[in-house]
């Protein structure tokens, strides 16, 4: 995913002419290179200064991407719900509103959706949910099925003719991953089944009925999910609570009150009715 993320902000400078990268506060697009400095500073900091031409706003504010978004800004990169932020629901509207910002001023609209991509949200990808267009796609983690490692990024033509001239401007000793690819039709495949993405939103809708009346505000768009306790740092401890209880989940690491919910996409109704079973039994008490 990080591979991914360098090479969107790669092209989208090549392609613009352009060095400034907005992206939000808190959010996470990999370890590696130009990805780790559109990132949260805690990642990054230990390594020295950051890379010129990164400016942060808050997640979910319009009127900072307003202010940021100008003639030298060739992307704004954001995660339609950040997960590592603590997987905040943005106000509707929100990405709409980027996507014009973006495209009164030249600017490119890159979304990184490896965690919210591919079913997740129960749309295919979370831009959907309101009907915008990014200029750049970043995919990763689920394509790969759990099988083979593989991402992706998804290019307009616009974007993607760069490379006409330059094919091997941006190539690596194990690129193409054939292996990957295979597992990645694979996971595509299933996920365009007939009644793959409506079962997604049923189930969504059955975690939220289970889930109800416990003491934390359940975040949720299908089963991107997320548990939200009104102390800090609740979201590591309730982590440790829900693994005694035989259910792996992890804290959200930029909001440790939050703790990340992420079923697999083919949980079975039986399946997911005892993940409630085992986290009511651990917060209703």
Known sequence: GGEATDLAIKV??????REKIVSASGGYHGHTGL???AGDAQYRDAFGPNLPGFFQVPFDDLEAIDRAVADDTAAVLLEPIPATLGMPIPTEGYLSGVRRICS???AKLVLDEVQTGLGRTGRFWAYQHEGVTPDALLTGKGLSGG???IAATLLTRELHAFFDERPFIHVSTFGGAELGCVAALTVLDIVEERGFLERVRDLGDR???GLSGLPFELRQRGLMMAFKFPVEGAGMMASKLLYDAGVFATYANNDR???QFLPPLIVSDAEADDLISRVRRVFAS
């Open 147 to 149: 099988v083979y490692p």
């Open 12 to 17: 989208v400078r090549g392609v613009t002419g």
């Open 257 to 259: 009150s939050v703790l």
């Open 104 to 106: 009164e001023r030249g």
């Open 207 to 209: 975690f939220r009925r």
């Open 35 to 37: 990805a780790l400095a």
